[in-house]
């Protein structure tokens, strides 16, 4: 069997790259080699695990084809190379060359175009073919003997792609239908427009019922409203999409047999090439153990980036390639089907006692629940899973039916509630609140896996799947296995047969113990037991009472604030208008650059996008704002537009029909920073610095007449932080005095007394103190203020001058890094900056502003966390009603009856003023009001 394999180049570099971006591999130069070794080990597992006879791989050029001059706006906005990338692409044609596998290119035609056309030429020469790549819109080249192969990623492994499976994924029933959908639903990727209004659904659905674009613009009558209409109008659209979106199959290209033939490696090439980019495990794959970069010299090949190497006289090493290894990269070898285990199934109530038995014994047990949905909220238990030593678990199914599923649940309280043994398990908080809901209160130690990889590698992912992967070389079975990939066709968990759903469930909580295992030690090693133990994990109990609780939404308040800001936005579209001279869509970037930037003529030098469009972020208008005050009004038509759909109208489509409460879900473990995150809603981004924004917060009440909201926020937490870790003088006694702080900055800074700092001059130091914190230039500085970058310059210099404990902070933070590669909060929480000593500038800035940064923001976040654990801790000591119902930034908000709030007021300042041991103050500032905002 003749076997070629096409490889998209380019498609599979960009995926290498961005597979590592959130733990790019870089030389000790800082090159960053992360595309260059994604695309050797894919390489590497196609040529061991699919043994092609015959391989190219295809690039496009930089010359423009028949696609550009058809639609100039095609591919038009792409945003440009990473730049790590660009520097990659060298390399990874050397290594090309360097397995003797040719390279192709065609001007004027791009990589599918060539891919096609050779598949086709193969295919009648008896030829199978595997067109390598991600790219969707290779699914219309596929026959009986042209597939799609999409490499392994992410733990998933590789999918190959026939006729069958494409008919079966597009909904069509030939494949060329596929250029029908594309040509009707468009391309945002590559530009390619469609037809207004139609999505992947639709089109799916109008190809269905008519077959071809062509056949629906001709049967165009036959549809309704809307749709007919853009039918219509865009025919001639919807037919240049489908073109753009075909794939051409006549490139003038040769198929060589000979010259795709694979043979071996060539030694000469690879060496030096993997000696420079510091590949030594796969040197030693490759070439022998004996492979040492640092016995190499790294020898340049001089070649044209798409032609072949000049140099003359080169060896090659013999190598089978089915023998080759992909070891860079974690390969996942073992799984269920091939690790010994022991899974039990207690589905009696005999099984469950001599379990429950099992577990009173032990000092510690992992446990999982498996349920109907992500939401503990609002969705119902399956079944629980419990481990106590690795490769053994059990699962104990409960019925659908509630009362009968408490019972069982019931027979576990003990267990649960027992404070003596401690409980692992991964993301507890969601198995936590999931069991308040039958009445189930877990106590005891936590351990949850999930938060002791964050504080590890805060960095990266840490769902179990991949953990399991990464550490124990283990892959556990997906969950789509069991009720189908995610979408509206997912099955639940219910539906799933009693075997596989035990195998799975039990496997859950068996890998997790195992994980534990592992990480354990390493957050000793780590120096962050406190943190875990004191900070994260307590913390999860806190988490889960807060969200079970949620907080109650004035639906009234929020109807008739939606009333008001619709006659505000049509008020603010009116206004500008008339000051344009003309009506257009302000919601379209294009027609609102051409009214600013030719009508008004703003900018004569306003920047345009790549497809010839002005630029209208918020960026660009925020610098024109001082410019006109329609700029402004536009600013305003866009936040109040936003305000109004974000939250006023989504709000109470959020109220969970069982509570009549409104629970966001807080996120422990994405902010590298430490902080919490919020979702559905999210909370963190409801606006508090203008006034219809904060006219939100109206809408957060108490339960009832009974209850007052209180509401407790730091103040100016994280200057006092940055006051504590530089131990500066003049920054601490300031807070010391209680100075307001950016008087005292404005009064050092211009050197005038404190009595006579003007309004501008606090405003300016005021954004100095806040702005050094996230590593603000002096033209970060100008932009903000609006004034010239050398007095910018001047009000910076003077600031360090007067502070020069912020300045040591700055330079010995900036080192430490540097040698160490991670900072450290107050409590020890490390944030890691990979890209500390990367010789990319770009890059190497973002690191050097995080690691001035992390440290302070992290306290911040610890500092929060802890007076939670503390207060939380307190009102249930004294078993007050009041309740903690949000976390936002520095602020945290309570639900409390009326004859409590003397009481919990003087513990809430005392929990938040002394979470963290500080010489420099820290101030709170509490209220109470008949909603959030009254009480903020």
């Known amino acids: 069997m003749k076997k070629l394999f096409l490889l998209d180049g380019m498609a599979l570099m960009y995926r290498a790259h961005f597979a590592l971006s959130k733990s790019p591999r870089f030389t000790s130069g800082g090159v960053n080699t992360s595309a260059v070794m994604g695309f050797t080990n894919t390489l590497l597992d196609v040529l061991k695990k699919e043994k092609p006879t015959h391989m190219a791989v295809v690039f496009d050029t930089d010359a423009p084809t028949e696609r550009h001059t058809d639609y100039e706006a095609y591919k038009a906005h792409r945003e440009a190379m990473p730049e790590d990338l660009s520097k990659a692409m060298p390399y990874v044609i050397k290594l090309i060359l360097g397995f003797n596998i040719p390279v192709i290119t065609s001007d004027g035609y791009e990589a599918d175009d060539i891919i096609g056309t050779l598949a086709k030429k193969a295919e009648k020469k008896g030829y199978q073919v595997y067109c390598m790549t991600p790219d969707k819109d290779f699914a219309q080249l596929v026959s009986e003997n042209i597939f799609i192969y999409k490499p392994a990623r992410m733990g998933n492994d590789m999918e190959i792609l026939g006729v ?9 029933e030939r494949v060329e239908q596929v250029i029908d959908i594309l040509g009707l639903w468009g391309d945002a990727v590559d530009n390619i427009p469609g037809i207004p209004g139609i999505g992947e659904k639709t089109a799916k659905a109008l190809i269905k019922q008519y077959g071809s674009v062509e056949n629906i613009i001709a049967h165009s009558h036959e549809l309704k409203g809307k749709q007919r209409e853009n039918v219509e109008n865009f025919a001639e659209q919807g037919m240049l999409s489908k073109k753009l979106a075909t794939i051409l199959l006549d490139v003038p290209v040769e198929l060589d047999e000979a010259g795709l033939e694979i043979c071996a490696p060539s030694k000469d090439l690879l060496e ?7 590949f030594r495990t796969l040197g030693r794959r490759v070439f022998g153990d004996d ?57 009696t109530p005999e099984l469950r006692a001599e379990l429950i038995a099992h577990l009173q014994q032990q000092k510690n047990f992992c446990f999982d629940t ?19 030593k690795a490769h053994e678990g059990w699962y104990v199914p409960v019925p659908a039916d509630e009362e009968q599923t408490k019972a069982i649940v019931a027979e576990f309280k003990a267990v649960f509630e027992n404070a003596a043994i401690s409980k692992t398990g991964q993301n507890l908080k969601f198995d936590i609140l999931m069991l308040k809901w039958y009445d189930v209160e877990i106590k005891g130690d936590l351990f949850d896996t999930m938060m002791a990889h964050y504080i590890i590698d805060p960095d990266t992912r840490h769902n179990m799947d991949i953990l399991s992967e990464n550490y124990l070389g283990y892959k556990p079975v ?15 968990m219910r539906d799933v047969e009693i075997e596989k759903i035990k195998e799975y469930a039990a496997e859950d909580a068996d890998v997790t113990l195992q994980l534990w295992e592992v990480f354990e030690p390493k957050i000793k090693e780590a120096g962050a037991e406190k943190l875990l133990h004191e900070v994260e994990n307590p913390l999860i109990y806190v988490l889960a009472d807060v969200e079970h609780e949620g907080v109650k939404i004035d639906n009234e308040t929020l109807k008739e604030f939606s009333k008001e800001l619709e006659t505000d936005i049509a008020r603010l579209e009116k206004t500008v208008y008339e000051k344009a001279g003309v009506s257009f869509n302000i919601a379209s970037p294009k027609q609102l650059g051409e009214v600013l930037f030719e009508k008004l003529m703003l900018d004569p030098k306003a920047k345009k996008t790549k497809t010839g469009q002005y630029q209208t972020g918020e960026d660009v208008l925020l610098a024109l704002a001082n410019k006109s005050d329609i700029v402004r009004d536009i600013l305003d038509f866009r936040q109040l537009q936003k305000l109004k759909s974000t939250y006023v109208d989504a709000l109470p489509t959020m109220v969970n029909p069982k509570t009549g409460r409104v629970h966001t879900s807080y996120n422990q473990a994405v902010a590298a920073t430490g902080r919490l995150s919020s979702t559905n809603p999210n909370l963190q981004n409801i606006p508090i610095r203008t006034e219809r924004g904060r006219e939100v917060r109206k809408a957060f009440i108490p339960r009832d007449e009974n209850h007052t909201i209180v509401s407790a926020d730091y103040s100016q937490i994280e200057l006092r932080i940055i006051a504590e870790i530089s131990k500066d003088p003049n920054m601490r006694q300031a807070f010391i005095d209680n100075v307001d702080i950016h008087t005292a900055t404005a009064a050092k800074v211009y050197g005038v007394a404190i009595e006579d700092v003007d309004s501008t001059q606090r405003r300016n130091a005021k954004a100095v103190n806040f702005g050094i914190i996230y590593g603000q230039s ?8 609006g004034i010239p970058r050398k007095e910018a310059a001047e009000i910076i210099e003077n600031y360090f001058i007067q502070y020069p404990g912020i300045k040591n902070y700055m330079a010995d933070t900036m080192n ?13 929480r490390r944030r890691y900056l990979r890209d500390i000593n990367s010789a990319n500038a770009t890059v190497r800035g973002f690191a050097e502003r995080n690691a001035i940064n992390a440290p302070i923001q992290g306290s911040a976040a610890d500092m929060i966390k802890i007076a939670m654990i503390n207060i939380h801790k ?57 909603n959030w905002l009254e009480a903020h």
């Not at 069958?164 to 069509?172: D, G, R």
């Not at 789509?480 to 639940?492: A, D, M, R, V």
Request: with cysteine; proline share 4%; net charge negative.
């Open 164 to 172: 069958k499976e494409v008919c079966a994924k597009w909904e069509v």
């Open 272 to 278: 030096p090439l993997f000696a420079e980019l510091e």
């Open 291 to 347: 492979f040492s970069i640092t016995e190499l010299k790294a020898v340049s090949v001089q070649t044209d980036l798409f032609g072949s190497p000049t140099a003359d006289g080169r060896t090659t090493l013999t190598v089978d390639v089915s023998d080759i290894a992909t070891a860079d990269l974690p390969i996942a070898g073992k799984n269920i089907g091939n690790v010994e285990h022991t899974y039990h199934l207690a589905d």
């Open 370 to 388: 498996e349920t109907t949905g992500t939401d503990a909220n609002h969705c119902e238990l399956v079944g629980l899973s419990f481990a106590t």
């Open 478 to 492: 997906s969950i789509t296995e069991l009720i189908g990939p995610k979408g509206k066709n997912q099955g639940n």
């Open 778 to 785: 002096a033209f970060g500085l100008s932009q903000n203020l």
């Open 816 to 828: 430490f890094a540097r040698e160490n590669g991670y900072v450290t909060t107050l409590m020890g």
């Open 874 to 930: 307190e009102f249930k000591a004294l078993r007050l009603d009041a309740r903690m119902t949000m976390q936002v930034h520095d602020e945290l908000v309570f639900d409390v009856p009326n004859h409590e709030i003397e009481i919990v007021k003087p513990i809430i300042l005392d929990k938040m003023k002394n979470a963290i041991k500080t010489e420099v103050p820290i101030m709170v500032e509490i209220g109470t009001g008949l």
